[in-house]
Every structure is written in C-alpha cells, then in structure tokens.
T-cell receptor
C-alpha cells in the first residue's frame, strides 16, 4: 500500500538555524498538508497546499514558515530561523479529492 | 470557532470488552468526520470516516456514530485488543477545507 514518507525521522538544530523537512506524498494525491504535534498535545494544522499554492494556513504558519513542491514528488516545509518552541513532531499528509488524509510517520524536530 | 483543549482523556478497558471513545464539536458546518489512531512514534492512521448525511457507519470491529443534533461523534471498538492501545483523534472538516483535530483520547487496553 502506498504511503507518505518523511525524512529525516529526527532533526536536531540550534536556535536560529534554518531547517527543511522533507516529505514524499502518495503519488496520485493532489492535496498536501503539514501538521505539527508538540509533545503531549493535539495535532495542529499548519498549512494545506493544492495546485502549487497554499490553500489555507493557520496562525501558527507565520513568515518563518514556507512550503514548496520543488518537483513532482517532494513537498517540503522550511523554517527559516528556528525557535525553541518549534520543537515538535511535524507530520506531512496527502489526500485525493474528498478523501481522508494519509499521514507520514513524522519528523521529530528538536531545537536546542 | 472550534472548542479545543490540552487535557488528554484516558480510557482504560479490559481486553475483550467494547470501547467507546467520544468527540464533541462546535462547528455546525463540519460535514466530514474521520477517526484516526496514533500509536507512539507514528503518524495518525486512518480508521473510519463518515459524512454528515449519515448517522452510522461500520467497519471491521469499529463503528462510528454521528449525532448532528448534539454535535457528537463516537467511535466504538468491539472486542478491544492490546493492539488497539493508542491515542484516538477525531478529525472534522468543513466544505471549505478547514481541517481540525480534536484533542485525542488515550485508550489503554488491560490484558
């Protein structure tokens, strides 16, 4: 069964550094998402992406965040200048039209 | 907006018993609901979904019930097994593509 894959599984970075989290969505999906989950808390929506543009974003997704689909297979989340409070699990998801989201297993981001 | 909370309810059930996990929502525009299961160290995994034109849907060992009048969604797991131990999230979506997760319920199965 096709699945969403995310790399790396764990990323450690220093405060102020840029990080890029990578995702390969399911190949025939058209909608792409990033969520995050701070330890012990619920899964929070960050951004949705369709037709090469952001379709919706949350208040968490400020100017420090950006997403890109650089080619036909990858979907990336960039954090320009990481803060301690960016430490969380970041989940990528994809879906077809009107279908449930399929999630990857996440990247654990630790900002020190 | 949606009601949110950081407290994670916990449900402990004996292996073989039935489990019922509940989720309340406040946005009456929500028209698509999904239950996800999240095991430790993994991403949310799709279990079952239901649209607002239905009030019940059954899968393998799972049943989702939707009561639009009181804005309540439940997940019933029959004959709960140790492998069902996880955090369960309800997810709701409006026709305007706004995606919201509920706070989650931790299910612990006692062998």
């Amino acid at each position: 069964e096709p699945e969403v894959t995310q790399t790396p599984s764990h990323q450690v970075t220093q405060m102020g550094q840029e990080v890029i989290l990578r995702c390969v969505p399911i190949s025939n999906h058209l909608y792409f998402y990033w969520y995050r989950q701070i330890l012990g808390q619920k899964v929070e929506f960050l951004v949705s992406f369709y037709n090469n543009e952001i379709s919706e974003k949350s208040e968490i997704f400020d100017d420090q965040f950006s997403v890109e689909r650089p080619d036909g297979s990858n979907f990336t989340l960039k954090i320009r200048s990481t803060k301690l409070e960016d430490s969380a699990m970041y989940f990528c998801a994809s879906s077809g039209s009107g279908a449930p989201l399929h999630f990857g297993n996440g990247t654990r981001l630790t900002v020190t | 907006g949606e009601s949110v909370g950081l407290h994670l309810p916990t449900l402990s059930v004996q292996e073989g018993d039935n489990s019922i996990i509940n989720c309340a929502y406040s946005n009456s525009a929500s028209d698509y609901f999904i239950w996800y299961k999240q095991e430790s160290g993994k991403g949310p995994q799709f279990i079952i979904d239901i649209r607002s034109n239905m009030d019940k849907r059954q899968g393998q060992r799972v049943t989702v019930l939707l009561n639009k009048t009181v804005k309540h969604l439940s997940l019933q797991i029959a004959a709960t097994q140790p492998g069902d131990s996880a955090v369960y999230f309800c997810y709701m979506k409006t026709s305007y593509d706004k995606v919201i997760f509920g706070p989650g319920t931790s299910l612990s199965v006692i062998p």
